[in-house]
């Protein structure tokens, strides 16, 4: 990015956007600020700087203060800074991309910059599911963008950030093919070949969002080909992931774990421990659909060893319990049940806590297996229409009746499961 030139030229876009917008001639312009033409041009294209007289009397034109006519005061580490932000953002690594986040939530001077740092705040908020958050930023940055600029006239740069924010935006919407859309389009104009792999990898995973896995399963392929000459530790590892979630949707288990395996080599080699953790909870959910719960809370155990995040272990300790649970190992369920307490959970997740709880009361001989946790459990389920989690706790109560001998309840439980999965 060119400091020199750089503010000069979207000062002098913002002329040409509002002189276009109402229609003005460059020669009509030029009379009423008694120009030449040329100067006009010159102006629009950075090559002029714009003065105070000229700022005031295009403030009396389009009624709008002169300051923002006036060439700002660039920053040139803001510069810096933004730059590596944005290129952190683009190619995932969001841990790195945390810690540049104070340096950008401050009071920028710059108009631009101000516009730059909304944008790629909503991008990564967005991106690491703060949507909250996102969406403050999106709409100071539409704000920014009301004030007279339009994306269309933004800098190379300033698009490249409106696509990380959109990719982010239509994710969180669930907006696949508008998603697919915009890293086609975006595709074409990244030199970098980096953040080039980096959309090709996004692209992938989109493709498998909109169930065009055989298209992805192609792609994937080729983008991990061209990760193995880059040399990139952190975008292969994103690759040999995405290639594994290819091979799951196409029911290609055996070669989803082989990738797996390959993926949890490279995790430790490389000390990508964030990754190793991912790998390991995405083999231990593996082998809990393949019914073998013992090697899945190997797995799962494995993971929470290296995990961060709070809402991951949350996760991570859902299964664990679950399989305990299926094991009917209740000591070891009640121990991890105990680390719940201090984890924030979602309701979806809190009601599936109370279901466990309602489990472990029965199998400590205090309740039935109907009994108020379970009853409570059902009741949420229902309202919210989660069929997975209604499925599994009428299999579970169709299981324990017909352990019982009480078949009457154990066949009503069995038609209320197989009315849910038809």
Known sequence: MNGGMYLEFHVGRRLAFLRMKAKISQDSLSEKLYLYRSEISKIEHGKRKISKSIANSLEKIFFLDASFFLTEEIDEKLVEII?????LIFIGRLDEAKKLVHLLSRPIKCFQQEVEVKILLSAYYYKTHLYSSAIVFEEEFLNSVLNGIQVKNFSLDLQKYHYLYLSGKYLYQANYEELVKNYITFLPTVSNEKEKLSIELNLVYAYVLLNK????FLQIQTVIYQLK????????AQGYSYLYLVYKRLNLIESALATLDILE???LEHKLYERLA?????????YSELYDYRKSLIYHKKSLDFVKSHHRQGLLLISIIKNHLLLEEIYEAKSYLAFTKNIEFTEDEKMTITFFKGQIAYYDGSEMPYNEFVAQSIDYFQKNNSTRELAYIYDYLRKIYAQNKNFEKAYYYYFKKDGLIK
Do not use: P, R, W
């Open 265 to 267: 080599d490279f995790s």
């Open 278 to 286: 991912m790998t390991y909870q995405n083999k231990g959910m593996i």
């Open 213 to 216: 896995t055989e298209t992805a």
């Open 83 to 87: 730059e590596k932000f944005s290129h």
């Open 229 to 236: 000459q880059l040399n990139d530790v952190h975008l292969l």
